[in-house]
């Protein structure tokens, strides 16, 4: 495997309900940007990893989901290839699409992820996302799951709960998190909530599951971003991609096995020679506050029992020691399932390039960024790892 595998272009569209907007016009957006930020046209790349979750269940739109969105900005004749993998589904593409240029198979590659979450009518949107877990064997959800909200909330409820219980984890420190994602979200101009938010803004809101508020989850998005994987050369604004790591929960009766966000966390650590201390900042996956603090410790970024002290202490904050969701995560940039992985890739590229604007942090040069996908037998289904560097 080559390790001259670098990030030249990213692209993105804000995240946000966008009834109006079809996955091809979505597409579009993030495709150009990220080209005309790498300085390339169609005709330079050589592969598509296409990455999208809900468009059979929301638009019908089957089978050849990516063929259909990169077809009228001019692709034809190379491979494109589809990629779903639930909420994981953008880091897969681009898991890919490293492992293409890595391999030597291709030069020039680009991952794109779309999703069009939303739609008129709302019952559609709820159902689509509980395909996302083991429709056969799935878990335990109160009164309402799938007609009046995800299923996933009440999932996201009781990892809450488990926080409170094993961690001594309070609301209160679920709050102060969320806070910190809906401030940093404020000041991003692709979040989906871009209004702010207080540690009793938090707890006022509405409850949804109990013990979560509505503003603890993140909001159903659609959107799409883009990545152009290549060779090294002599770009500065070049991004390596020091390690790519996919993984999947333990098998069945495998007890006390590492977790999929850990397993990938591990393997991306021993691929790029670096541990948890040597990343300056994380961008993770935070579909509920409870899953990013349960992140923490998978990754290595804190002791399990920590959670508390970091998120009443502000060391994930971007004045802490080390930020986390700088972006705003899913919760204050929101969450359109396909795109998401690689919007933050998106975020930690511009970051690492020095190019955040307000969101700038000071003194970066790896990030790492986690996102997991889909539920089986309780357990996340799948999580990808990637840790970048400066090139």
Known sequence: MRNDVVIRGVGMTPFGKFLGSSMKDLGRQAAQAALADAGMEVGDIQAVFFANALAGLITGQESIRGETVTYPLGFGTIPVHNVENACASGGNALHLAWLAVASGMHDTVLALGV??????????????????????????????????RSPFVDRQ????????????????????????????????????????????????????????????????????????????????RDVRILASRLATRPPKGAE??????????????????????????????????????????????????????????????????????????????????????????????????GEAGELQLPHVRAGLAQIGGGVIDWETAASTVHILAAG
């Open 115 to 148: 999703e069009k979450a939303n739609h008129e009518d709302r019952t559609r949107t709820f159902r689509a996302f509980g395909a996302g877990m083991d429709v056969e064997d799935g878990f335990a959800v109160g009164d309402g799951a799938g007609e009046d």
């Open 256 to 353: 006390g096995a590492p977790g999929a966000a850990k397993a990938a966390g591990l393997a991306a650590y021993e691929q790029a020679g670096l541990g948890p201390g040597d990343v300056d900042f994380a961008e993770v996956h935070d579909a509920s506050v409870a899953y990013e603090l349960l992140t923490w410790s998978e990754l290595g970024l804190c002791a399990p029992g920590q959670e508390e002290e970091w998120a009443m202490t502000g060391v994930t904050e971007r004045s802490g020691a080390m930020p986390v969701n700088v972006s705003g995560g899913l919760v204050g940039r929101g969450h359109a399932l396909g795109a998401s992985g690689l919007a933050q890739i998106h975020d930690i590229t511009q970051q690492i390039r």
């Open 157 to 236: 409820a009781r990892l809450a709960r488990t926080l409170f219980g094993e961690r001594g984890v309070s609301m209160a420190g679920l709050a102060r998190v969320t806070s910190r994602s809906l401030e940093n979200a404020r000041l991003n101009p692709m979040a989906h909530r871009r209004f702010g938010g207080s540690p009793e803004d938090v707890l006022k809101a509405r409850v949804v599951v109990d013990p979560l508020t509505v503003l603890m989850s993140s909001p159903i998005s659609d959107g799409a971003a883009a990545v152009v994987v290549t060779r090294a050369g002599s770009s500065p």
